[in-house]
């Protein structure tokens, strides 16, 4: 029972020791907390160190307006693709405020024990905490810049014909045709540029529907005799 007793002093005085270096600890993070991103935090590539929220939407704005004259190669194939900007797309990061709350409350939020160590490491400069945007295109805008640019360039169906040679009857395959598929490719674009882009230009494949002509290769494949022929001069 002594030992007991004993040992529930020692975990009464170890909770009070924690207890109050938590206080101090908390007290001292308190400080901190003052508005501003501690030194060493960036959004995506751009440092917002010891800038208030309004200063770092503005900055993170500013490197995505120099961003907005990169150019995306619409891809259907090696031969068929257009180029258009990211501004034409309507380049965009939707939860950038979001984002910028998150870095000015880094390091001054939850476990005080935690929260001492980040700002210890700003203090020393060797924090280096990046925070992830997430970008999307306009749904709107890359829509129509796909029907415009891409349209053109799909291919149209053409039915399978039957045609006679010196070898005698054989028959010509159909050409599928394309329908563009915008809400695929639009998928495309925002996965490449959140897994893919370094903030420079690329490539990224546009999805087509592919559709039968009213005649294939399959419904004519039993028209291969030759019936007659005439030849006059």
């Known amino acids: 029972q002594r030992n007991l007793r004993l040992l529930l002093f020692a975990v009464v005085c170890v909770a009070v020791v924690m207890a109050a270096i938590q206080f101090l600890l908390g007290r001292y993070v308190k400080k901190y907390d003052d ?12 440092d917002v160190s010891g800038m208030t929220k309004a200063e770092a939407i503005e900055a993170v704005g500013n490197t995505l307006s120099g961003c907005s004259g990169e150019k995306i190669l619409l891809e259907l ?3 068929r693709n257009a180029e258009v ?5 309507g380049f965009l990061a939707p939860k950038l405020e979001a984002t910028v709350d998150k870095a000015v409350k880094y390091g001054k939020t ?9 700002i210890r490491k700003a203090q020393k400069n060797e924090l280096d905490h990046h925070f992830a945007l997430e970008y999307e295109v306009s749904e709107d805008k890359a829509t129509r810049i796909l029907e415009e640019r891409i349209t053109g360039m799909l291919h149209q169906p053409v039915n399978a014909a039957v045609t006679q040679t010196e070898a005698g009857v ?25 897994d893919t882009w370094d903030g420079k230009s690329g490539k990224v494949a546009v999805a087509v529907t592919e559709f039968d002509p009213e005649l294939t290769e399959k419904d004519l494949k039993d028209v291969t005799d030759l019936l007659g022929t005439y030849t006059t001069f």
């Open 35 to 46: 508005g501003t991103i501690l030194s060493g935090v960036f959004i995506g590539d751009t």
């Open 77 to 79: 194939d090696s031969n």
């Open 170 to 194: 054989t028959i010509v395959k159909e050409i599928k045709g394309e329908i563009l598929d915008a809400e695929k490719t639009i998928r495309n674009l925002n996965q490449y540029l959140n």
């Open 85 to 89: 900007t990211l501004e034409e797309l």
């Open 110 to 118: 939850g476990n005080a024990f935690s929260a001492y160590r980040i």
